[in-house]
């Protein structure tokens, strides 16, 4: 019976792996900015923000800030280790992921660069890898949000 339940258990795991596609490290980044990089790095790529927010509590019970490129461009940060935490892209900008995506593309560029995605009705296609989080917001079949955060449950 014991040996059973492990087949089973192993079968599982090995099904659910196939369904989603796992993609790399380096393509959890937009416009060349990663989870994790520095605000200095940031400003050193892009120059000063066109806005920075006040610091704000968040889910973890610390703080954070954002700032904004624009009105399609932002970057959040931990207000503790000053380093990217969530990059937002909401308009077809110049920004693109390393596979080359931006808004404004056919959303069947998504699942062609990265594989099969988690899916929902509300037009949202994600990709996670430890923690990290790639979302596409599609309309009309076309790449309408590109965001990428850090988030662990």
Known sequence: MKRLILS????????????????????????????????DYVQSIYGEPTHISDKVPNAEGGYSYSYAYGSSFYIFFDANTNVVTGI????????????????????????????????????????????????FTTHNGKITEIKLFDYVV
């Open 8 to 39: 089973v258990f192993s079968l599982l795991i090995v099904s659910i792996s196939t369904v989603f596609a796992a993609i790399p490290d380096s393509e959890f980044a937009i416009g060349g900015i990663t989870i994790g990089s520095s605000a």
């Open 88 to 135: 937002f892209s909401t308009a077809n900008n110049g920004l693109i992921t390393p596979a080359g995506l931006t808004v404004g593309m056919d959303a069947d560029a998504i699942e062609q660069a990265y594989g099969e995605p988690w899916k929902n009705d509300r037009g949202y296609i994600s990709y996670h890898e430890e923690g990290k989080w790639l979302v």
